[in-house]
């Protein structure tokens, strides 16, 4: 089945800063999202882009699935982006979303 | 719209002991689905279901079960609780699998095997 790496597996910033997280995937995809775990363990959407870049205030990513990766940028990090980011990809001809292990991010104040 | 509802939030079990997590969603979603997340592993599929009646097995399906006897509820059974069984379960929506845009989250359930 299909692979879904992420990296770095952990990273600590300082407020301001800002950050570039990876996601890699061994086969194509039909779809693609990114999720924010927040310290109390709930799931929330930022972003579907199988392909292309999109934003969302001081977020954005951007889907090369030619060379099967994705970027998730922060821009300006604050302590409430603390968290772990996820990427899941599905793939045409199954229902199953796959996840990656995850980026770990801690924004110190 | 409430979204998607995980009951109970946090659940102590004895080994061999049998409970269901509840799962509703309220947003006439056709997939629904379970994860497990564990330390260091990201979150893993169990089971999932594309509609009433129809259920599929994930990634670690074993010592679980699913049924789908109406769009809105998708219960987690286990059946004879193991240890290796304490994990986090999230409960998942979307309006069609990985055709949709966007896979919603109840607030997980807790869960420890002793």
């Known amino acids: 089945g299909i692979q879904v790496e992420q990296s770095p597996p952990d990273l600590i910033l300082q407020e301001g800063a800002n950050s570039t997280l990876r996601c890699n995937f061994s086969?194509?995809?039909?779809?693609l999202q990114w999720f924010h775990q927040n310290p109390w363990g709930q799931l929330i959407n930022l972003f579907y882009?199988?392909?292309g870049t999109k934003q969302n205030g001081r977020l954005s990513a951007t889907t090369v699935a030619t060379e099967r990766y994705s970027l998730l940028y922060i821009s300006s990090s604050q302590t409430t982006d603390s968290g772990v980011y996820f990427c899941?990809?599905?793939?045409?001809?199954?229902?199953?979303?796959?996840f990656g292990t995850g980026t770990r991010l801690k924004v110190l104040a | 719209n409430a979204g998607v509802t995980q009951t109970p939030k946090f659940q102590v079990l004895k080994t061999g002991q049998s409970m269901t997590l509840q799962c509703a969603q309220d947003?006439?979603?056709?997939?629904m689905s379970w994860y497990r997340q564990d330390p260091g592993m990201g979150l893993r599929l169990i089971h999932y279901?594309?509609?009433?009646?129809?259920?599929d097995q994930g990634e670690v399906p074993n010592g679980y079960n699913v049924s789908r006897s109406t769009t809105e509820d998708f219960p987690l059974r286990l059946l004879s609780a193991a240890p290796s069984q304490t994990s986090v379960y999230f409960c998942?929506?979307?309006?069609?699998?990985?055709?949709?845009?966007?896979?919603?989250f109840g607030s997980g359930t807790q869960l420890s095997v002793l």
């Open positions: 998942a929506s979307s309006w069609q699998g990985p055709r949709s845009e966007k896979l919603f």
């Open positions: 086969d194509s995809v039909n779809n």
């Open positions: 279901s594309v509609g009433a009646g129809i259920t």
């Open positions: 882009i199988p392909s």
């Open positions: 947003m006439n979603h056709e997939y």
């Open positions: 899941a990809v599905g793939t045409s001809g199954t229902y199953k979303y796959i």
